[in-house]
């Protein structure tokens, strides 16, 4: 059946170190959201990808959308300690309706100051 | 706006109790969804709902009901816990499907013992 893969499971950085988080789909998606959840938290939304290639930045945060919408990533430059959480990519489960997602299991990031 | 809002945010039930997760959202979407989140499992599709009396099941749907009567509301029912239900769950709506961002509610912790 359709999946959606993170890697890593879990990242550990130092303070100001970049962070890399993948999302690999095993269909081509049409769109792809990532979410950020807090420890304790529920997910929000930080950004959805729609065009092969697109490349979308949030301050340190830049998101990417392959050439052929079958992956993604987030990159963070310089972690702070405001960035320790985990990381969801999800995309649209095909089969179903609209508003139906599947998610990855998440990279949970950790920072140390 | 209050967005998404779940209760009870805790609950602990003996195993072959039943009961009823509560789900309001005021604003006017037509999609609404269940998940459930486990350690290292992401967050999986229990129901959802493309619109008043429409409902659906998604990937674990088993042990649980849900109805839509009204846009707002998207009950989720336990019918007879059991331990393996033990979980947090989230509620979450969006405008249209999967090409727009899911507001999640907070969360019901949820231990069968």
């Known amino acids: 059946g359709q999946q959606v893969m993170q890697i890593p499971q879990y990242q550990h950085v130092q303070e100001g170190e970049d962070f890399t988080t993948y999302c690999n789909s095993s269909?081509?998606?049409?769109?792809i959201q990532w979410y950020k959840q807090r420890p304790g938290g529920h997910p929000v939304f930080l950004i959805q990808?729609?065009?092969?290639?697109e490349v979308k930045k949030q301050k340190r945060l830049t998101f990417q959308f392959g050439e052929a919408k079958k992956n993604s990533s987030l990159h963070i430059t310089a972690t702070q300690t405001t960035d320790v959480g985990t990381y969801f990519c999800?995309?649209?489960?095909?089969?179903?309706?609209?508003?139906?997602?599947?998610f990855g299991k998440g990279t949970k990031l950790s920072v140390k100051p | 706006n209050a967005g998404v809002t779940q209760t009870p945010k805790f609950q602990v039930l003996k195993t072959g109790q039943s009961m009823t997760l509560q789900c309001a959202q005021d604003?006017?979407?037509?999609?609404m969804s269940w998940y459930r989140q486990d350690p290292g499992m992401g967050l999986r599709l229990i129901h959802y709902?493309?619109?008043?009396?429409?409902?659906d099941q998604g990937e674990v749907p088993n042990g649980y009901n849900v109805s839509r009567s009204t846009t707002e509301d998207f009950p989720l029912r336990l019918l007879s816990a059991a331990p393996s239900q033990t979980s947090v769950y989230f509620c979450?709506?969006?405008?249209?499907?999967?090409?727009?961002?899911?507001?999640f509610g907070d969360g019901t912790r949820l231990s069968i013992l």
């Open positions: 979450a709506s969006s405008v249209t499907g999967t090409n727009q961002p899911q507001h």
């Open positions: 269909t081509t998606l049409s769109n």
């Open positions: 709902s493309v619109g008043a009396g429409i409902t």
């Open positions: 604003m006017n979407h037509e999609y």
């Open positions: 999800a995309g649209p489960r095909y089969g179903g309706s609209q508003g139906n997602l599947i």
């Open positions: 990808l729609v065009k092969s290639g």
